[in-house]
C-alpha cells in the first residue's frame, strides 16, 4: 500500500531506539505494530499467551535479533526492564472475548495492572488499546471523547465494554497517582491481513463466506451502522499518540468516520469477490450497539492525523489476504487427505 502521508507535516518527534514490549503483540494489530516498531530500529518484545494470537503472524519479524516472543499471560505478573509499554492484549471480537468473560474481564483489569506497576517500577510510558465499545449503544452520535457512553454492566458484551472501562480508569488512576506517562487510544472497528479466518469479527466472516461461496451472514435486519478502519492507518495513529509533544494524556478516538449499514457492508464484499454467495438473516446478538461512528476531531487537531485508506481499497488487499490464506489452507487439506 502507497504510503499515504505527508512526512513534512508529521508533528510526532520519534525518539531514540528503545526497549519496548508489546503485550498482545501476536495478535492482528499488535503484529503489526511489533512490525512498525522493529523497522524503526526498535527492540521488541513480544508478550502473547496465544489465546488468539498466531505466530505465524510473527513469522517475517523472527529473523531480527532486535526482535523476540515470550509466551505469557498478562493476568501474571511479569518483570522486564523497559522504556515503554503498549497493551494490546485482549481478545477482539465478541465470539472469543465471550467463550471465557472472566479471563477476558481479568485480562484488562488484572493485566492492565500488572502492566501498569511494570510501567510505574521502570519509569516507563505505557499505552492502551481501549475501545470504542465504552460508549456502548451510543445515544450520542458520532461519538466524541467526551461521550460518557450507555454501557449494560450485566450482559455478554460487559467482560469486554467494561473491562476495558475500568482499565481506562487504572491508567488514570496510575498517572495521577503515580505520575505514570500514559496514552490511551480509543479503536473503532478495524480490520485488514492478518485477522483470523475464524476471528468472528464481521469483515473477515463476510469476506471469509463470500470466497467460500457460503451463505454471508448477516445478523438482524443489516441495518446497524459500523465505521471501518484499515490497520495502516490505526498503526500510524498509535505512533502519533505515543511520540506527540505536548503529551496527550486523556482517550483519543481512532477511526475511519466513513459509516456503512452491514447489510451495504455485505453487498461491497459479494460485489468485490464477484461471489455467488447468498445474505441470510440471523438473530441480532444481544445489546449489539445500532450505530457506531468516531467523531476524530480530536486526533485531527492535536496528531494531524486522518485515515487515509478507503473502505474499498482497505477490502481490496484483505481480500487477497484471506484468497491467499485460504488457498493454502486448501492445498493443506488437499496433502492431507491424499
Ligand atoms: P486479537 O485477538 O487479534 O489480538 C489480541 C492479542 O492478545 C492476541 O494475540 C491474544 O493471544 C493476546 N491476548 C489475549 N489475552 C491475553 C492475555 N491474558 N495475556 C497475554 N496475551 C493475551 O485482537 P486485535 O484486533 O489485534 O485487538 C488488539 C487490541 O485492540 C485488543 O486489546 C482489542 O480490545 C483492541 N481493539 C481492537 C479493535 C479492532 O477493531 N481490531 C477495536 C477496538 C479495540
Ligand atoms: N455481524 C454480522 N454478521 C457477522 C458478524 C457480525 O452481521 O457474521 C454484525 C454484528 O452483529 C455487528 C457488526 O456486524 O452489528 C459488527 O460486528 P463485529 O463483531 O465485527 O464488531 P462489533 O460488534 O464489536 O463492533
Known amino acids: 500500500m502507497k504510503n499515504i502521508f505527508d512526512t513534512t507535516k508529521i508533528i510526532s518527534k520519534r525518539p531514540p531506539a528503545r526497549r519496548i514490549l508489546v503485550a498482545g503483540g501476536a495478535g492482528f494489530l499488535g503484529s ?20 488468539t494470537g498466531r505466530m505465524e503472524n510473527l513469522s517475517d519479524l523472527l529473523r531480527f535479533d532486535t526482535f523476540s516472543v515470550i509466551q505469557h499471560d498478562i493476568v501474571d505478573p511479569l518483570e522486564l526492564p523497559v522504556d515503554e509499554i503498549y497493551n494490546l492484549a485482549c481478545p477482539a471480537s465478541p465470539p472469543h472475548y465471550q467463550a471465557d468473560p472472566i479471563h477476558t474481564l481479568k485480562t484488562s483489569v488484572i493485566g492492565s495492572l500488572h502492566l501498569l506497576e511494570l510501567a ?26 467526551a461521550y460518557w ?44 491481513p492478518r485477522m483470523r479466518a475464524d ?5 473477515s466472516n463476510f469476506i471469509v463466506q463470500a470466497l467460500r461461496g457460503d451463505d454471508i451472514t448477516v445478523y438482524g435486519d443489516g441495518s446497524q451502522t459500523r465505521s471501518f478502519c484499515y490497520v495502516d ?21 481512532l477511526g475511519n468516520p466513513g459509516e456503512f449499514t452491514v447489510r451495504e457492508l455485505a453487498q461491497q464484499i459479494i460485489r468485490m469477490t464477484g461471489s455467488s ?3 441470510v438473516h440471523r438473530p441480532l446478538p444481544t445489546d449489539d450497539p445500532r450505530q457506531r461512528r468516531p467523531d476524530i476531531s480530536a486526533a485531527k487537531r492535536d496528531l494531524d492525523w486522518t485515515p487515509g485508506v478507503a473502505l474499498t481499497e482497505g ?13 493454502r489452507a486448501d492445498g493443506e487439506f488437499v496433502e492431507a487427505a491424499q
Open 277 to 279: 454467495s447468498k445474505i
Open 120 to 145: 510505574r517500577k521502570h519509569q516507563a510510558r505505557i499505552f492502551q488499546a481501549s475501545t470504542s465499545e465504552v460508549y456502548g449503544d451510543p445515544h450520542v452520535h458520532p461519538q466524541p471523547e
Open 199 to 203: 476471528d468472528g469479527r464481521v469483515v
Open 149 to 192: 457512553g450507555n454501557v449494560n454492566s450485566f450482559g455478554p458484551r460487559s467482560c469486554y465494554d467494561e473491562g476495558k472501562r475500568s482499565a481506562e480508569t487504572l491508567f488514570y488512576d496510575f498517572h495521577h497517582q503515580h505520575g505514570v506517562d500514559i496514552r490511551i487510544v480509543r479503536i473503532f472497528n478495524t480490520y485488514g
Open 32 to 51: 503489526h505494530l511489533c512490525e512498525r516498531l522493529v523497522h524503526e530500529g526498535n527492540t521488541v518484545i513480544c508478550v502473547d499467551n496465544f489465546s
Open 315 to 327: 477490502l481490496t488487499s484483505t481480500i487477497a489476504y484471506f484468497e491467499h490464506q485460504l488457498s
Open 233 to 253: 492507518d490505526l498503526i500510524e495513529g498509535f505512533c502519533r499518540l505515543m511520540y506527540n509533544q505536548p503529551a496527550i494524556r486523556t482517550p483519543v478516538n
